[in-house]
């Protein structure tokens, strides 16, 4: 029996009428990835308001690591809602803030000291862990990465390298913000060999001649793998030249681990995969198993430089979300998702290979773990990115009941971010609707 259950026209005629109410009721900024209402979740199965069920290779954008609903952290939802909701932790202590902050401490990497913020979302994270940097380090330029997604927040955003659609009509942005080009090597014809200088750690060096001095840089932030840029992975050594450049100069190093994090590259970080232990990893997405909650884990002598009372927010470290997550990353370790993600990985980059060779829409596939990709083009030699038909590609897909989404700056990047407790049938069964939208393209 198939896990796909397709039993109306696609979006149903209750999806249909929630989509209404949403263009009439929610702003148009608010996009969405498909026309589809969700009434139930799973495992790795979404199930509509219509009745039909689907594969999900998105995974609530990769915040769904140990599975919709999965076993533990509903309970401990409930076991929490049973005892209190929220009491705000600037006010009174409770236990499970304090017991995630000393997992995370045990369990994120580096062989120092630690200590361990929360708050509510991503960018959150991201925002305070620059203030933080700054406070430690009395200085107030930042270096992020062209092409990178860091937020939708005012600062975040102001890091994030992508103007469409983040940034369009937004600005002023905040200042003392530079970019490095990311490694890139598809894109980039000097690469080919080996990575060139501007693809390089040094290039850091250009930024400092001719940009900002490098005492005057708090901080280097970087996403291990890009995420909304297009699951690009750098060389295996460029973190750690980037690490050493950074402690030449007292920079710190920060880690946007948001989409990266909790085995979806085959580690419990992806930082851990290039060998560098960051001063700062920010965490989020699913480090909760779908309850908003992010975390900074740091230096505990870089943590601690901020003022009493300069850090927090109401619901930051909301016990529910703490449970969640307590459960969650005990679900990662007693399920062996770590090592399921490799396997899911192996499996996906093979498939994704094998459509390669017989597409030649596919330009280059890539991944770490199961955080892999395919790149649309229109013409292998030109690189022109195939947008229009990865917007086709994708309805397609969820007509044919699997849900996917687009990532890179041209729209044109096939993702994967399905939970890592879907079974390999489910795996297979979702490729070949993959496959069949592809060939869809040409008739």
Do not use: W
């Not at 970087?222 to 060389?235: A, H, N």
Request: proline share 5%; net charge negative; with cysteine.
């Amino acid at each position: 029996m198939t896990s796909i259950q397709i039993s109306t026209e696609i979006p149903g005629p209750r999806s249909r009428e929630l989509l209404r109410l949403t263009e009439e009721h929610t702003p148009r900024g608010l996009g969405h990835n498909t026309p589809i209402a969700v009434a139930h979740a799973d495992g790795a199965l979404l199930t509509d308001v219509d009745g039909n069920t689907y594969i999900d290779f998105a995974g609530g954008i990769g915040a769904q690591n140990s599975g919709h609903r999965a076993p533990g952290i509903v309970e401990a939802i409930k076991q929490q809602a049973d005892d209190y909701l929220h009491l705000c932790f600037m006010v009174t202590l409770y236990e499970p803030y304090v017991r995630l902050a000393e997992k995370l401490n045990q369990i994120t990497p580096g062989s120092f000291a630690k200590k361990t913020i929360l708050f509510n979302s991503g960018s959150e994270g991201i925002e305070n862990a620059i203030k933080i940097a700054r406070a430690y380090t009395g200085r107030t330029a930042v270096i992020a990465f062209e092409r990178a997604f860091h937020g939708r927040t005012m600062l975040a955003l102001s890091l994030t390298g992508q103007v469409r659609p983040y940034r369009e009509g937004m600005g002023p942005f905040f200042p003392e913000i530079y970019r490095l080009p990311f490694p890139y090597a598809y894109r980039c014809p000097d690469c080919r060999e080996s990575s060139c200088h501007a693809h390089s750690p040094e290039a850091i060096y250009d930024i400092f001649r001719s940009q900002v001095a490098a005492e005057s840089v708090a901080a280097v932030i970087v996403e291990p793998v890009l995420g909304e840029g297009g699951f690009v992975i750098p060389p295996a050594d460029y973190y750690r030249g980037l690490k050493a450049i950074c402690e030449e100069h007292g920079i710190l190093f920060i880690a946007d681990e948001v989409q990266t994090g909790f085995a979806r590259t085959g580690r419990m970080f992806a930082i851990e995969n290039f060998g560098v232990e960051p001063d700062m990893v920010v965490l989020a997405k699913s480090l909760s198993g779908g309850t908003p909650l992010s975390a900074i884990t740091g230096r505990a002598d870089v943590m601690d430089a901020p003022p009493v009372g300069s850090l927090g927010g109401t619901y930051g470290g909301n016990p529910i979300a703490c449970q969640a997550a307590l459960a969650a990353i005990e679900v990662i370790e007693r399920d062996g998702l770590i090592e399921r993600a490799r396997e899911i990985g192996d499996a996906v980059q093979e498939r994704m290979h094998r459509i390669q060779s017989r597409h030649a829409i596919v330009g280059d596939v890539r991944g770490l773990g199961a955080m892999c990709a395919m790149e649309l083009v229109r013409d292998r030699e030109s690189k022109e990115p195939a947008t229009a038909e990865t917007a086709q590609i994708q309805k397609a897909c969820y007509e044919g009941g699997l849900i996917v989404m687009k990532a890179g700056a041209g729209g044109n990047v096939i993702r994967t971010l399905m939970p890592l407790v879907i079974s390999d049938e489910q795996l297979d069964e979702g490729f070949s609707v993959l496959e069949r939208a592809i060939e869809s393209l040409s008739g």
